[in-house]
């Protein structure tokens, strides 16, 4: 893996450093290269022993989360998006079985790209995998198809089981079948993303045997306001409450959530709807009974540059999530990662902007122009921590990476508060250029900010007072100088730590 790391961040060392003139007086102190003498390259983050990571399929079973995902081999071949397996029993240890099942062998094979589906396990000890073939040269494009397994790592299809939309949604969205079995209806019932009347829905199926299944309607109908489809849709109680997750395909790409008090209930929208900003997608629900974690990809960017816009697929990124007293989800630093990191390492500002104060392990800028507090290159995993307090209601404030030669990120993570919005600008023009990723955060009710970043793989997950995360596509996140800055916001950064 850490191969791979290297290879990436060569790959993006041919991105643009672009100035903003932001001309800040700032002394240079830096003595060494790197933070710490040894750097430490844990996994939290992994890519495919195929390539990449797509969408995810969790399922836990025996002590293990058992972590189908579609394979992103990027290798030019007619089929594509084989389900690779990972297991894992933290989601800080990781061991990537590669292909399980692969694509159809011919271009005229239903599964020529296999699609995202779910496992579950019968009660004869067997294991279904439901899954989507798809296929652009057919109509109807996609069917969901079965296959089954004694140990999950080898599996025979069941081409008979293959079936379609029956007329009653459309014949070419019809995919990601989750499914589970209902206690209350006694009966095994499949959710799938399609579309019904122009807008996108979640349609019931139900089984008795795994095999046939009858269609029981628009469980679930796009409530955002637009006509996206809702794809990698989840299903399943957890303690109290029930929950339906899913991605919007567009426009905004997140994951969301709704919360029932029973299966067969209404399913209610929260105040806050996703987990996380656009950096972090196609997430699905998965429990050992007593945790509850959300699995999703952060893409990495075309042609590795870190100024480009996503692509599809990348690195598995797990949120634990914390759930509240009314039934809402937090997601929440996994304590499997932390632990993992507890040599704190000398954190000196190598430059820092002459207006800054610094005291022990906080600083506190004035708000004057651009300041910046730099640090020392930083090379593999980290956690980075800091509590923000007395920023202005209309401040501009954040974290900074790959800095340029003027002391200016190229890539920023911004606490904007006037329009009470976290943003991540892969570029060094934060003041006249449009945000990568956004995620509505209403700072003017937050007095303070606890924060705590994961550096690692080449993305960066910053979680916020134990309420969001904000996942970020970084390559030049590692090997490059980073720090601190305010844009005529005065703010102060207490108690900042640096742990590998």
């Known amino acids: 893996m850490k191969k791979v790391v290297l290879m990436l961040l060569l790959a993006a ?15 240079d102190t830096d003595e060494e290269k790197y933070i710490g003498e040894e750097w430490n390259n844990y996994v939290f983050y992994p890519a495919s022993v195929e390539g990449f990571v797509g969408d995810t399929m969790p399922f836990y079973d025996d002590g293990k989360f ?36 692969n694509y159809g062998e011919t271009v005229e094979s239903q599964d020529i790209a296999l699609g995202t589906g779910s496992v579950i396990k019968d009660k004869d000890g067997i294991y279904h995998a439901f899954y989507t073939g798809h296929n652009d040269t057919y109509s109807p494009k996609e069917a969901v198809m079965h296959a089954v397994s004694k140990d999950m790592e080898n599996w025979d299809k069941i081409p008979e ?23 209350e209806d006694k009966c095994y019932l499949m959710f799938i993303t399609t579309r019904a009347n ?11 045997d795994l095999k046939t299944w009858k269609d029981e309607g628009v469980f679930f109908e796009n409530d955002m306001g637009n006509d996206s489809n809702m794809e990698c849709p989840t299903v399943l109680q957890f303690k109290d409450k029930w929950y339906l997750s899913f991605s919007d395909q567009w426009p905004n790409r997140q994951v969301h959530y709704r919360i029932s008090d029973s299966l067969n209930g209404t399913f209610q929208k929260p105040a806050n709807d996703v987990f996380d900003c656009n950096g972090f997608y196609a997430g699905r629900l998965e429990t050992d009974g007593d945790e509850l974690y959300v699995v999703g990809w952060c893409g990495t960017k075309k042609n590795h540059q870190d100024g480009d816009e996503y692509d599809w697929g990348g690195n598995m990124v797990t949120h634990l999530l914390k759930q509240n007293s009314d039934g809402t989800l937090n997601p929440v630093l996994n304590p499997s990662i932390a632990n993992k990191m507890t ?35 930083i090379m593999g995993s980290y956690l980075f921590e800091t509590t923000v307090s007395d920023f202005d209601k209309n401040g501009m404030f954040g974290i900074c990476f790959n800095t340029n030669t003027e002391n200016v990120g190229n890539l920023n993570i911004v606490f904007n508060a006037a329009t009470n919005k976290i943003e991540f600008y892969n570029n060094s023009d934060i ?9 509505d955060y209403d700072l003017s009710k937050a007095g303070e900010l606890n924060i705590k970043v994961v550096i ?16 970020s596509r970084m390559y030049l996140s590692q090997g490059m100088e980073w720090g601190l800055f305010s844009i005529k916001s005065p703010v102060t950064f207490k108690d900042t730590k640096l742990y590998k």
């Open 161 to 183: 089981d293959t079936f379609t939309s029956n007329g009653n949604y459309s014949q070419d969205d019809f995919r990601d079948p989750y499914v589970m079995y209902s206690k």
């Open 198 to 208: 122009n807008n996108g829905v979640i349609a019931k199926y139900s089984s008795n």
């Open 343 to 377: 040599n704190e390492c000398p954190l000196t500002p190598a430059k820092m902007t002459e207006s800054v104060k610094p005291k022990d392990n906080s600083y506190t800028f004035s708000g004057s122009d651009y300041e910046m507090v730099g640090f020392k290159n």
């Open 431 to 439: 003041v006249q250029t449009v945000a990568q990723s956004s995620l």
């Open 456 to 471: 690692a793989d080449g993305v960066v997950v910053m979680y916020v007072n134990d309420e969001v995360a904000f996942t």
């Open 66 to 101: 058992n972590v189908f995902y579609l394979a992103d081999q990027r290798n030019g071949k007619q089929g594509y998006h084989p389900w690779g397996l990972i297991q894992t029993e933290d989601f800080s240890n990781f061991d990537d079985k590669g292909v399980v099942i």
């Open 13 to 27: 060392m041919c991105v643009n450093a672009v100035g903003c003139g932001a001309g800040s007086n700032v002394e």
